[in-house]
């Protein structure tokens, strides 16, 4: 499970909140108790939802009831259902609705993927990017996981992980070896990851004896004529 701390918590809500809500208060009906509802439109793996949970609490709201993060919803199924003064239900509703779309859209995109891949591979699987919208990237975190889908890689600081452009600033920029043996003399407890951008370096990379590596932008071709020499020339 992602942690949001309440501070982040509490930015989700004052991206939109931070005056109140005028209409509520011209309409002088926030004292008013009643109840919000969130369904999800086309049903789907759902996500969102302890973030959306812990925002409504956090204006004072009571959860009356709420599915789990991870579930099959189906169409018009009640996601979340809350319950307090007026003011605080205007409050929530499109801050928590925006969070809710988002992260039940990005989950069942990727369950959908998943069903996909699985049908001829029933033990792949799919590790996701750090490449998020700036500002989102533990929604898109917790959405993916919901799904079933794999964090690749967090922050930089996570994994070892030889790109060119760390390769570029070696004196031989050829030399898998060397920068690999560096790098486990550095990070002896990491496992090793190199990028390869072309076939050619994907097997001198392999040759190096990396322990995974990564193949950047390569067809499905190309992808699986590596695959295929990869254990003769890096048997580990």
């Not at 049903?43 to 599915?67: F, H, Q, Y």
């Not at 050619?200 to 995974?212: G, N, S, W, Y």
Request: aromatic content about 6%.
């Amino acid at each position: 499970m992602i942690f949001l701390s309440q501070a982040q918590i509490d930015a989700l809500l004052l991206e939109d909140i931070q005056g109140g809500d005028l209409t509520t208060r011209a309409l002088n009906i926030g004292h008013q108790h009643g109840y919000i509802e969130f369904f999800h439109r086309q049903g789907g793996c759902v996500s969102g939802i302890s973030v959306a949970c812990k925002m409504l609490t956090t204006l004072g709201l009571t959860i009356d009831d709420a599915v789990s993060d991870g579930s099959q919803a189906n169409a018009g199924q009640r996601l979340i259902r809350a319950q307090g003064n007026a003011a605080a239900l205007h409050q929530g509703w499109k801050a928590v609705q925006n969070v809710l779309e988002w992260s039940c859209g990005v989950s069942d995109y990727l369950a959908q993927m998943l069903a996909l891949l699985r049908e001829r591979y029933p033990d792949g699987n799919i590790a996701c990017t750090r490449k998020a919208i700036p500002g989102t990237r533990l929604l898109a975190s917790q959405a993916i996981l919901a799904a079933g889908g794999l964090i690749h890689r967090a922050g930089c600081a996570e994994t070892i992980l030889l790109f060119a452009n760390h390769r570029h600033f070696l004196h031989d920029n050829q030399d898998w070896s060397g920068a690999i043996n560096q790098l486990r003399r550095h990070a002896p407890e990491k496992k090793i990851v190199v990028e390869a951008d072309t076939p050619k370096e994907a097997i001198a990379a392999l040759r190096a004896q990396p322990d995974v590596l990564q193949l950047d932008k390569f067809s499905p071709q190309q992808a699986t004529e590596i695959a295929q020499i990869a254990p003769s020339l890096a048997p580990h």
